[in-house]
């Protein structure tokens, strides 16, 4: 999709909705949901971050999506697909601050170059305790990526009109830190499985994009 076309459609996208768990739902594995259950109580005690659905124009003027790899370490989301963002840190105003930070400190992208269109559904990461907010965010210019070396294995470029095609929708037997293996709903972007709370803010987003074309 041409990124002038997707720009037209940002006031658009402010204004819907957010469908919350309704697409959550669709791309939760099925141990998390019974810890739904439980997650109220845990959320309270939860630590907070912020990361950033990027769209971007690439040097064909056509729409694209970032994501990170992150490296292989000892921990609970070692060599997965997701956004840049972390944690919110004491100096950080707000989530939206820390989610641009990251994103700055991940990939390279200038904050003053960012911009943030909306504020999705919070998603509770039980494993690392983590209650994160996603934001959807813009940059006009074409960036010319930076990764954070100790953190960031890969940066993984998506065509919009790859993720919103439902091809891309899978299901995947995948050992968790709750399971030996369980059978999960992904995508299957570029070749690389998103899956989890990653998946479940994908699942929001493309039912809000679905909605205008």
Avoid: C
Avoid at 133 to 145: A, D, E, H, L, R
Avoid at 174 to 201: C, D, Q, R
Wanted: without cysteine; glycine residues 4%.
């Amino acid at each position: 999709m041409n990124f002038d076309k997707f720009l037209q459609s940002l006031p658009k996208i402010k204004n819907i909705p957010l469908p919350a768990e309704t697409s959550h739902f669709k791309m939760m594995p099925p141990f998390r949901q019974e810890l739904l259950k439980k997650q109220e109580e845990a959320v309270k005690r939860a630590k907070h971050a912020g990361v950033l659905a990027l769209f971007y124009p690439d040097e064909f003027e056509e729409t694209k999506l970032v994501f990170i790899l992150r490296k292989t370490y000892k921990g609970v989301h070692s060599a997965q697909v997701g956004f840049p963002g972390g944690k919110l840190e004491k100096h950080d105003k707000s989530l939206e601050e820390a989610a641009l930070r990251e994103t700055n400190e991940e990939i390279g992208v200038s904050i003053n170059h960012m911009e943030i269109v909306k504020k999705l559904t919070r998603v509770y990461i039980p494993p690392s305790n983590f209650y994160v907010q996603p934001f959807v965010g813009i940059t006009k210019n074409t960036p010319q990526f930076i990764k954070q070396e100790d953190e960031v294995e890969d940066i993984i470029e998506v065509n919009l009109d790859h993720f919103l095609d439902d091809q891309v929708l899978i299901t995947k037997s995948l050992t968790t830190s709750y399971s030996i293996e369980v059978e999960v709903p992904a995508f299957k972007l570029n070749g690389h499985v998103v899956w989890g709370a990653t998946a479940m803010m994908l699942s929001e987003i493309k039912d809000i994009l679905k909605q205008l074309w």
